[in-house]
Each structure stands twice: as structure tokens, then as C-alpha cells.
């Protein structure tokens, strides 16, 4: 068993170990030493970092009560001593020191963890049935269907006025005489060496965690997102160094926006919706011009192969199709070969650029064309992604078209 220097004094930053083992975890060297200030991962709290004697710890671990702190480096093969100079020797005396500021960003999570826990069985009543404090995101799953809004807002405040409050926070192993008498928010997961945690007297909990001494330490509390996950409401937070890097990257993020909008920080939601209501607008006489801009180049195209513009479906069937080459886009494309589709033609069309082609085939009612065999045979010999039925397909060609009439008529049966 390791002495656990932590609980002891969560703050002790340096120490000296001796050796008990050299073993490996996951692939990695590891040393077990016979007192450490290492936190091993547990209960939503991710291990600690840090240096042990020169050589780098990029994790702690527990395994049958001994702690394990797992070094950079490749373990020593199997039935071999580890190398001296590489790895300590049993019975070595090394000094240990803690990455303080990971350190201390975890203590805070974990004490913001158990301070929302509380607040959200006591304004939601949604207990808490687990937590993760990672490396990306900070959760806790609360054992409700559905919080409201309202719910979240309010055991937020209560988080941060008792963060205001600066309360005491204390962590010690209680006789079975005073645990008895102590209102634990959940049970213990252990029958023995029970420790509890203490905020004040808002919250008492169960826990073998670092956290800070008051929460004033804290800073502040955010609820980020809540979502329902497997039957709960999974709450993220934010809290402490961590909160406040992220609340200052957004209100970057805000500050660049309301300077592009010329306004203040509070008025970039109503710059945006303007934005988007100015963007649907436009949308919708694009859509508009778009349409009349399809019908001329269709009547355009109907009158050189001698339909009239009044022309129904089935006026030319049999005969070929229209085959041109235009500017624009699919969407433009689409347009035309729906209205050469309705005055009887079928359509075979594409807009070149410098890349490629994009086209789009149409067969009219009562027409010849199969769109989807077409296409197949194009792509066959330019290459490109696309297909489609008999009656329309479109696509991407890979290469440039010199001759889209030409490319056509080569592949038109017949």
C-alpha cells in the first residue's frame, strides 16, 4: 500500500519517495514508490503529472492499493532488470513534484463538481448518478429525464452565491460515531476508511478526491449545455482557470463579431438575425432571377431547334435532345432542363469550368433519352461522380470539356 500524501495536504507540491517496484502499465515503465503526492485516476478525477526523480510522469494509476506512476519510456523486457541510468533501482530515494497547475485545475473541477452536484438536488432534484472531469469536457450525468431551464439557472446561481460565500471546505476520515451523524448527499462506495468531503454545510459527500481549501477558489461556475443521455440529463460545466479561459475565448469570439457588425457586444444576436433575415431576402430574389434566367435560356435553346416557346410536353417527342453548354451551376441547370422537360425536349447539359463539368440530364414525357445509361457512359470515359434513373441523372465530370456536343453525340445510340 502507498501512503497517500494527498489527503494529508492536497496542496504539497514536492516530496520524497523511496522505491518499492519497477513494473509497467499499458506499456509504459512504472514505479511504485511508498508514499506519493500523485493523485491516481479515480472517481471522474483524471491522475496526476508531473517529475519524478528526472525522468517525466504522464499519468497516475491505481492497481491493488499501490499507486502507480507511469513514466515516458519503454518497460524493460520481460524477465530483465531495467537498465541502470534509465529506470530507479528498488530501494532508491527520488524526489517527486507535481504538474501544480493541472493539479490545481482538477482540485477545482472536482470541488465545482460536488458544489453543482448539490445544487442540482437541491434546486432540480436530479441527483447526481456520475461524473468525468476529462481532458475536454467536464460532466456530470444527474439522474433526471428532463431538467428545465429555469431548474439549471437556479442551482447554477446557487452554486456561484455559495462560491461568493467563501466556505470552508474540509476533507478528513470521520469515526464511525460521527459518520453516522453527517447527512451524506450519496452512499459510500466503501465499507472502511470512509472519507468525506465537506462545503460548508451545504454538501458532505463521500470522496477520496483532491479539492481545493475554500470555495472562493473556485471563481466561478458555468453550465455550458444540457442534454438527455441514456434516460438523464447530462450537464456540462466549467469552472475555475479552465471556466475562465474558455469564457474569455468566447467573448473574443463575441468582441470580433460585434466589430465586424459596428455595434456593441450585447447587439451582435440582433446584428445576426438582421443578417439572416437580409440573407433570406436575398435568397429569394436569387431564387426569382434564377427562374427567369432558366426560362429565357430554355426559350432561347427552344427556338434554335425550332420549338416554339409555347410549346407542350410531347410537341417534339422523338426527336433528339437539346444539348448545351452553359454558364452557371447545378442548380441553374436543373431550372433549364425542368422547362425544356415541359415543352416536350429532352435535355442533356453541363457547365464547364476549369476543373471539370457539372452536368445534368433530362428526359421529357414520351422522350428516347435513358439519363442513367448516359451518364454512366460519360463518366466512363472523362471519369467523374454522379448517376441517376432514365428519366434524370446528374454528376460531375473529372476532366475539362472541349466538345460537350460532340462528347454527347458519340455516346448517343444510334
Request: hydrophobic share 45%; proline share 5%.
Amino acid at each position: 500500500m502507498t501512503r497517500r500524501l494527498y489527503h494529508e495536504d492536497a496542496y504539497l507540491r514536492r516530496f520524497e519517495g523511496e522505491v518499492l517496484a519497477v513494473t509497467a502499465w499499458q506499456g509504459k515503465p512504472a514505479v511504485i514508490l511508498d508514499r506519493t503526492a500523485f493523485y491516481p485516476e479515480a472517481g471522474g478525477q483524471l491522475g496526476d503529472r508531473g517529475r519524478l526523480g528526472g525522468a517525466a510522469v504522464v499519468d497516475t494509476q491505481e492497481e491493488g492499493g499501490a499507486i502507480l506512476h507511469v513514466l515516458e519510456g519503454e518497460p524493460p523486457a520481460v524477465g530483465e532488470l531495467p537498465a541502470v541510468g534509465e529506470l530507479p533501482a528498488v530501494g532508491a530515494r527520488l524526489e517527486g513534484e507535481l504538474d501544480w497547475a493541472r493539479r490545481r485545475q482538477h482540485m477545482a473541477q472536482h470541488t465545482a463538481q460536488h458544489l453543482l452536484s448539490g445544487a442540482l438536488l437541491d434546486r432540480a432534484r436530479a441527483p447526481t448518478a456520475s461524473a468525468r472531469l476529462g481532458e475536454s469536457a467536464l460532466t456530470i450525468d444527474a439522474a433526471r429525464d428532463r431538467i428545465p431551464e429555469a431548474e439549471l439557472a437556479a442551482a447554477e446561481d446557487l452554486a456561484n452565491d455559495l462560491v461568493d460565500d467563501d466556505l470552508p471546505i474540509r476533507a478528513w476520515f470521520p469515526p464511525p460515531e460521527e459518520l453516522a451523524r453527517l447527512s451524506l448527499r450519496r452512499d459510500p462506495k466503501v465499507d472502511a476508511d470512509i472519507r468525506v468531503v465537506a462545503i460548508g454545510d451545504f454538501d458532505f459527500s463521500p470522496c477520496g478526491g483532491t479539492h481545493c481549501a475554500r470555495t472562493a477558489q473556485l471563481g466561478t461556475i458555468r453550465i455550458t449545455s444540457a442534454e438527455r443521455y441514456k434516460g438523464m440529463t447530462r450537464v456540462t460545466f466549467t469552472a475555475a482557470r479552465r471556466g475562465r479561459a474558455e469564457l474569455f475565448s468566447r467573448d473574443a469570439v463575441l468582441r470580433g463579431l460585434a466589430a465586424q457588425f459596428s455595434c456593441g457586444p450585447a447587439e451582435v444576436p440582433q446584428a445576426i438575425d438582421k443578417l439572416r433575415r437580409d440573407a433570406d431576402a436575398a435568397g429569394t430574389e436569387l431564387t426569382a432571377l434564377r427562374g427567369r434566367l432558366a426560362g429565357m435560356l430554355a426559350r432561347e435553346l427552344l427556338e434554335g431547334a425550332g420549338v416554339g416557346a409555347g410549346a407542350g410536353a410531347g410537341a417534339s417527342a422523338g426527336a433528339g435532345p437539346i444539348v448545351a453548354s452553359l454558364p452557371g451551376d447545378a442548380e441553374l441547370l436543373r431550372g433549364v432542363g425542368a422547362k425544356l422537360c415541359a415543352a416536350g425536349r429532352d435535355a442533356a447539359l453541363c457547365a464547364p469550368d476549369a476543373e471539370g463539368a457539372t452536368v445534368v440530364l433530362f428526359r421529357a414525357p414520351g422522350g428516347a433519352l435513358d439519363c442513367g445509361a448516359l451518364w454512366k457512359r460519360l463518366a466512363a470515359e472523362i471519369g467523374g461522380r454522379g448517376g441517376g434513373r432514365a428519366d434524370r441523372a446528374e454528376g460531375r465530370l473529372a476532366r475539362p470539356i472541349e466538345d460537350w456536343a460532340a462528347l454527347v453525340e458519340r455516346h448517343l445510340p444510334g
